[in-house]
């Protein structure tokens, strides 16, 4: 505490600890300071790039008529840029919605996907119960052949020779059968999660389309995308695995993608 202009150590009990105090009132200074204000916040800036690699920004233009446009185009910060064309919002938005219908399913046709996915996985782990026994008996099998060889190698009916070289054959294939057993036991069934994952994830597409949140267009367009470039007025969009398979089945249909398409 400070008495007459002098520090002085507090021998009360304090109310709050100095550490909370210390907070308290770093946050009070923050909040003095001028927060930064945005003009505009323009939807789906972050998701393009031009093709010199600069970002996409946007800009509002009023007409003599009064009416407001929205215009993207590259930010010119990465040097010379061929690129002179600007893209106007309401051309930009149906592009957008294009690339999202390519990768959507209909919660119709989600329904049906898991339905099918939720017996394949009754039938694989029943496959897999079947198939992990079959491999545990073929690797107790292999210990009893070890131990019968080195009964056989005792008893001196085979010679050293003999022995180091069946061994070394029954040896490799107990360590194969080891690692057979560990990888399915570990990978056996992990697919499926991910499959329903991606099918909720083109439902999510759909349901998008659905609220027009541009907001959360975004978010998903980057999450399943690795190239977005704006080049003459048109998005060049590149869909990452599996979603780029999805997106060529339903461009090749023309139309959304259906149950039969996605799983035949």
Not at 187 to 199: C, D, N, T
Request: some cysteine.
């Amino acid at each position: 505490m400070k008495y007459k202009g002098e520090i002085h150590e507090a021998t009360h009990e304090p109310l709050i600890s100095k550490k909370l105090f210390d907070r308290v009132q770093e946050i009070m200074r923050e909040k003095g300071k001028p927060q930064k204000v945005k003009k505009h916040n323009f939807d789906f800036l972050g998701l393009m790039k031009c093709p010199c690699s600069a970002a996409i920004t946007a800009e509002k233009k009023i007409k003599p008529s009064g009416k407001e446009y929205i215009y993207y185009r590259c930010t010119k910060k990465k040097g010379p840029c061929q690129e002179k064309h600007f893209l106007r919002g309401e051309e930009l938005y149906p592009q957008i919605k294009s690339f999202l219908q390519k990768v959507s399913l209909s919660s119709y046709d989600t329904e049906m996907v898991l339905a099918k996915l939720e017996k394949e996985e009754s039938r694989a782990k029943e496959q897999a119960k079947t198939t992990a026994q079959d491999l545990k008996t073929e690797f107790a099998v292999n210990e009893q052949k070890l131990e019968k060889l080195l009964d056989v190698y005792l008893a001196e009916t085979i010679t050293a020779e003999e022995y180091t070289s069946r061994k070394e054959k029954l040896v490799k294939q107990k360590v194969g059968l080891k690692e057979q057993i560990e990888d399915f036991e570990q990978k056996g069934l992990s697919w499926l999660e991910p499959a329903r994952e991606f099918v909720l994830s083109l439902n999510q597409a759909a349901k998008l389309l659905e609220s027009e949140n541009k907001t959360e267009m975004t978010t998903f367009l980057k999450n399943i995308g690795s190239n977005c470039i704006l080049q003459n007025r048109q998005l060049i969009f590149s869909s990452r695995k599996p979603y780029d398979l999805a997106a060529e089945r339903s461009e090749a249909a023309s139309k959304s993608l259906r149950f039969s398409k996605m799983w035949t």
